[in-house]
């Protein structure tokens, strides 16, 4: 199992430009977060998706959207880059919610210049 | 609201030696799970321990284990035996039986001195 992975590693933008994170899990996992890490904010949650077909906001969704694609995969989009968005993404998935431990993708580290 | 505070940016210890790690944390939920996670400068995040609110006992593995102090609202994390792989970030977590969202604290990063 590749658990949960996530492309691309790297990403430079320019301000305004348009660009989509991608995660899959193969754990067969129902729910799925999009983080944001900054240094001194810890993680902060973006978006989640309980269930396939489930999309919620999280702490920070601003300039964010997602899709839940189908159990797997759960996208993040930002439709128009600023450098306020320049950060660490992490994606991650959950079996069940309670005790259930999250599994989290490499990260994405991302530059908007 | 959900909230998770760690209140030490930064914490040393000597290898072999025990730390400590503090967690606070506030919720309205009556039944609620906690978690700490390490990032190592892999940036990968690992599961460390885990404790179910409603459960008095406390949660150990291994070398790592918990002080939870549900009426004050403390879930802190020792560390036994400290070795150089243990040096990283460590994020405490908070999760609601009724809920989705997991809110995690602002990290510690912690340091082995050999």
């Known amino acids: 199992n590749a658990g949960v992975t996530q492309t691309p590693k790297f990403q430079v933008l320019k301000t305004g430009q348009s660009m989509t994170l991608q995660c899959a899990q193969d754990?067969?996992?129902?729910?799925m977060y999009w983080y944001r890490q900054d240094p001194g904010m810890g993680l902060r949650l973006i978006y989640y998706?309980?269930?396939?077909?489930?999309?919620d906001k999280g702490e920070v969704p601003n300039g964010y959207n997602v899709s839940r694609l189908n159990k797997r995969e759960f996208s993040l989009r930002l439709e128009s880059a600023a450098p306020s968005q320049t950060s660490v993404y992490f994606c991650?998935?959950?079996?069940?919610?309670?005790?259930?431990?999250?599994?989290f993708g490499p990260g994405t580290r991302l530059t908007v210049t | 609201a959900q909230t998770v505070t760690q209140s030490q940016p930064e914490m040393s210890v000597q290898e072999a030696e025990t730390v400590t790690l503090s967690c606070t944390y506030d919720?309205?939920?009556?039944?609620?799970?906690l978690f700490w996670y390490k990032q190592p400068p892999s940036r990968q995040m690992i599961l460390v321990i885990r404790?179910?609110?409603?459960?008095?006992q406390n949660a150990t593995e291994n070398r790592f284990s918990v002080n939870f102090q549900k009426a004050a609202k403390s879930f802190s994390l020792k560390i036994s035996d400290s070795q150089l792989g243990d040096a990283a970030m460590y994020f405490c977590?908070?999760?609601?039986?009724?809920?989705?969202?997991?809110?995690f604290g602002t990290g510690t990063r912690l340091k082995v001195l050999a």
């Open positions: 991650a998935s959950v079996a069940q919610r309670g005790l259930s431990e999250q599994y």
């Open positions: 754990m067969n996992h129902n729910s």
């Open positions: 998706s309980a269930s396939e077909g489930t999309t």
């Open positions: 919720t309205s939920e009556s039944d609620y799970y």
């Open positions: 404790q179910e609110a409603y459960k008095q």
């Open positions: 977590a908070q999760g609601g039986a009724g809920t989705y969202k997991y809110i």
